[in-house]
Structure formats: structure tokens, C-alpha cells
């Protein structure tokens, strides 16, 4: 495995060699069936999508054009659709996509994992790594996404093709990108939000808390934390307690691998919700917590849940949700709990949940259910306003 893996690497680090020299605009082209236009999804204002058309741009050496299929609508779209944050309006969002290669620049040859690529595969990207493309998965312990570009949150340019909502996108040499023509398509859309909590779980492990048979709560039932119980189960891990206010979360949480769930709406207080999560382990506390709601008070409340020496996982916050108070002594030291916080996702994570995919669908997870909306490319402003409206889990845009 380890010669494998040192083999490999040298394969990504020559390709990626490869990507970083400019060369002439010869491709390999496809079927011949690529028009001349294409059509992006572009945010020109607050809640504003507008369906231009551009032409699509000639390749260099080391880039791909795929054709999309689809594309996820992330929690991140969303804030930038409502606010614009990142401040990058115009811009091409969607960076939960994936599509098939149409057509490839001479010197691309193989994926960010060593696998052969060719037209007609199936492909999604992760990071990019423009001013540092040393890093490759098999770096243990290197930056997290967070650190690095990622398309669908890239300013507009003279290309435009920067983004998944669209009919095609240009991925450019130096991007990561793989192969995962094994995997559906709505296995394919789900990647990116399951990679985060590969990683979420990949953190917590570093406690050496979470174990096979460890009474486990995940808090917060929206996407994550659905994805984080189908994790947790596909793992190995049997003892989960689900807690959410939305009874549909919830029977969708026992679907997923929760074995029993605690619906905080019907506890008056906060004494009243630890005896429901400690009568639903047999009189227990959880020995780990994985805290998924955005909300401070979530995290300010999951101490309680959690036994002395126990650990939490906070990946709720994605963004600054503002502060929460806990009580330092109760809350940490005088229970010795360990804390871990989780952002986005590695490289590695990412090819992880590959096979996470594949697992959950064997054991008869239905992943599947979490895509709960889908629109075409013209709609997506109405997909942007049924996920404002929280009326299902994760919406997509499908290209037909
Ligand atoms: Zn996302």
C-alpha cells in the first residue's frame, strides 16, 4: 500500500508538472457534437441569477472541458445569493458538480489520484492549487480546502466557464480532478458535502473517543448532519441518537442509520432534553458528540449530553454564526471533555468518500433521498429560493 501510494505520488507530482507549462491551443478533441456557446448561470446581483451565453473558450494544453450534469446547491450559495459575502458579484457559483470530459488538452492524462483519464469519463474537482502544486492527496497533514480556490467561488474572467452552474465548465491545468465514472450521478453531486464530514470524522477519531461501539449524538439533522449519522453507520458505529425539531428530519435520520432520535420541541428546557438523551441511551450520556446545527445555542447546549471524559466535533459553523457561552469549568474541565473543531475537507478526505459512497449504498443507506428538489439550469433561481425556504435537504440543478 505504501509503495503503491509512493508510486502514484510520483505520477500525480509529473502530471501535475505537466499542468503548470503553458503550451500551444492543440486538443484532442471529442465526438464533435460541442456547440459553440454554452450557457452559464451567472449571480449579477442579490438574488439574481441570469442565464448568459458564451462562447466556449479554445483549450490549452493542460485544461478539460466537461459537459455538466448536475450540480448541488450548497449552504454557501445560498449566503452568497442572499449577501454576497465573498464579494463576488458577477460570478458563476455551484461547486457540488460533476459532468462528463468532452473533450481534453494533449498533455492530461491522468487524475489527481494517479487514475487514466479520457473522453466520456465521468469527473468532479476539488481544490486548486495555483501557487503550490506540490500538494497532492497522498500529503498527510496538508491544508484543508479552506486554504485554496475551489470552482463555483472563483470571480468572474474573461472565460467565464468557472463554475458548475452551467452547461460546461473549463477545468484548468493545476486544478485537482477525478475520475469517478464508478459512481451515479447523484452519487457524484453528493461528494463534496460528504467529503466534509469524512473529515469531520477523520477529526474526531483523532481523540481517540469515538469507537465501534460508542453511544454517539449528532445534533442538528439538516444535510450534515444526515450525512454525518450515514458516516457514522457506514463505519460501524450502531449506537446513534439523532436530535433535531423536525420530525421528517428525524424519520429521514432513522433511514440513514440513527438508531433512536430525540425531537427537542417536545422537552421544555434543557434538563428535559439531557434526560431524553440519556433516558434514549438506556440511562447513559453520549461518550461523543458531533455538534451539526449553526446555531450557538446548539453548541453552547451539547456539553450536557456528553459524559465525563467524553469528546465533541463542531462543524456547525461554516461561517461566523456569532458566539456561544458555555461554562468553562462545568462544560470542559471538570468533565474532561476533549473538543474538536472541523472545516471543510483535505484533498485525501475527498477520495475517501468515493468509497464512503459506495459503502453506504451497500449496506442500503438511501443516500439518494437526500437530493430532495431538482431544477434545470434556467430555474436556479427558484432552486436558490426553495433552499432559502429550508423545504427539503439538498436541492441540484440537473442539465438535461
Ligand atoms: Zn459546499
Known amino acids: 500500500m505504501d509503495r503503491d501510494s509512493i508510486n502514484i505520488e510520483e505520477i500525480v507530482k509529473k502530471v501535475l508538472a505537466g499542468m503548470?507549462?503553458?503550451?500551444?491551443?492543440?486538443?484532442?478533441?471529442?465526438?464533435?457534437?460541442?456547440?459553440?456557446?454554452a450557457r452559464v448561470a451567472m449571480?449579477?446581483?442579490?438574488?439574481?441569477?441570469?442565464?448568459?451565453?458564451?462562447?466556449?473558450?479554445?483549450?490549452?494544453?493542460?485544461?478539460?472541458?466537461?459537459?455538466v450534469e448536475?450540480?448541488?446547491?450548497?449552504?454557501?450559495?445560498?449566503?452568497?445569493?442572499?449577501?454576497?459575502?465573498?464579494?463576488?458579484?458577477?460570478?458563476?457559483?455551484?461547486?457540488?458538480?460533476t459532468g462528463e470530459i468532452v473533450r481534453m488538452g494533449k498533455n492530461v492524462r491522468k487524475d489527481s489520484a494517479?487514475?487514466?483519464?479520457?473522453?466520456?469519463?465521468?469527473?468532479?474537482?476539488?481544490?486548486?492549487?495555483?501557487?503550490?502544486?506540490?500538494?497532492?492527496?497522498?500529503?498527510?497533514?496538508k491544508q484543508n480546502v479552506g486554504g485554496a480556490d475551489v470552482y463555483g467561488l472563483l470571480p468572474d474572467d474573461n472565460l467565464h466557464f468557472n463554475g458548475w452552474f452551467a452547461d460546461y465548465i473549463v477545468i484548468r491545468g493545476g486544478s485537482t480532478i477525478f475520475n469517478v465514472s464508478d459512481l451515479?450521478?447523484?452519487?457524484?453531486?453528493?461528494?463534496?458535502?460528504?467529503?466534509?464530514?469524512?473529515?469531520?470524522?477523520?477529526?474526531?477519531?483523532?481523540?481517540?473517543?469515538?469507537?465501534?461501539?460508542?453511544?454517539?449524538?449528532?445534533?442538528?439533522?439538516?444535510?450534515?448532519?444526515?450525512i454525518c449519522i450515514a458516516v457514522l453507520r457506514t463505519m460501524g458505529i450502531e449506537n446513534i441518537v439523532a436530535i433535531d425539531g423536525e420530525q421528517n428530519r428525524l424519520d429521514f435520520a432513522l433511514e440513514l442509520g440513527a438508531t433512536k432520535t430525540v425531537n427537542f420541541k417536545e422537552h421544555q428546557g434543557l434538563d428535559a432534553l439531557t434526560?431524553?438523551?440519556?433516558?434514549?441511551?438506556?440511562?447513559?450520556?453520549?461518550?461523543?458528540?458531533?455538534?451539526?446545527?449553526?446555531?450557538?445555542?446548539?453548541?453552547?447546549?451539547?456539553y450536557k449530553f456528553i459524559r465525563n471524559g467524553g469528546g465533541l466535533c463542531e462543524l456547525g459553523f461554516f461561517i461566523n454564526g456569532g458566539d456561544a457561552t458555555i461554562n468553562p469549568h462545568f462544560d470542559i474541565c471538570a468533565k474532561e471533555i476533549t473538543v474538536v473543531g472541523s472545516w471543510v475537507y483535505t484533498l485525501r478526505d475527498y477520495a475517501t468518500t468515493?468509497?464512503?459512497?459506495?459503502?453506504?449504498?451497500?449496506?442500503?443507506?438511501?443516500?439518494?433521498?437526500?437530493?430532495?428538489?431538482?431544477?434545470?439550469?434556467?430555474?436556479?433561481?427558484?432552486?436558490?429560493?426553495?433552499?432559502?425556504?429550508?423545504?427539503?435537504?439538498?436541492?441540484?440543478?440537473?442539465?438535461?
Request: hydrophobic letters at 35%; charged letters at 20%.
Open 114 to 141: 494517479g487514475k487514466d483519464l479520457k473522453v466520456g469519463d465521468k469527473v468532479v474537482s476539488c481544490m486548486i492549487f495555483k501557487d503550490n502544486p506540490d500538494i497532492t492527496m497522498f500529503d498527510l497533514n
Open 70 to 97: 448536475g450540480c448541488g446547491i450548497c449552504g454557501t450559495d445560498a449566503h452568497e445569493y442572499k449577501r454576497d459575502p465573498f464579494g463576488l458579484i458577477p460570478v458563476v457559483l455551484g461547486h457540488e458538480g
Open 20 to 37: 503548470s507549462e503553458q503550451g500551444s491551443m492543440t486538443v484532442s478533441s471529442a465526438q464533435g457534437e460541442i456547440p459553440k456557446t
Open 43 to 67: 449571480l449579477t446581483g442579490l438574488e439574481s441569477f441570469t442565464i448568459k451565453e458564451y462562447p466556449i473558450p479554445e483549450l490549452g494544453d493542460n485544461d478539460i472541458l466537461v459537459k
Open 275 to 302: 434526560a431524553a438523551v440519556e433516558k434514549s441511551y438506556g440511562g447513559h450520556l453520549a461518550d461523543f458528540a458531533f455538534q451539526c446545527t449553526g446555531s450557538p445555542m446548539g453548541h453552547a447546549n451539547i
Open 184 to 226: 451515479d450521478l447523484y452519487s457524484r453531486i453528493l461528494i463534496e458535502p460528504c467529503a466534509v464530514l469524512i473529515h469531520a470524522v477523520e477529526r474526531a477519531k483523532t481523540t481517540g473517543i469515538l469507537r465501534f461501539n460508542s453511544r454517539v449524538v449528532v445534533q442538528g439533522c439538516g444535510p450534515i448532519g444526515l
Open 354 to 400: 468515493f468509497d464512503f459512497l459506495k459503502r453506504a449504498k451497500g449496506i442500503g443507506l438511501p443516500i439518494d433521498k437526500l437530493i430532495t428538489h431538482t431544477y434545470p439550469l434556467q430555474e436556479i433561481n427558484e432552486g436558490l429560493q426553495t433552499n432559502l425556504r429550508m423545504d427539503g435537504l439538498k436541492i441540484a440543478i440537473i442539465n438535461k
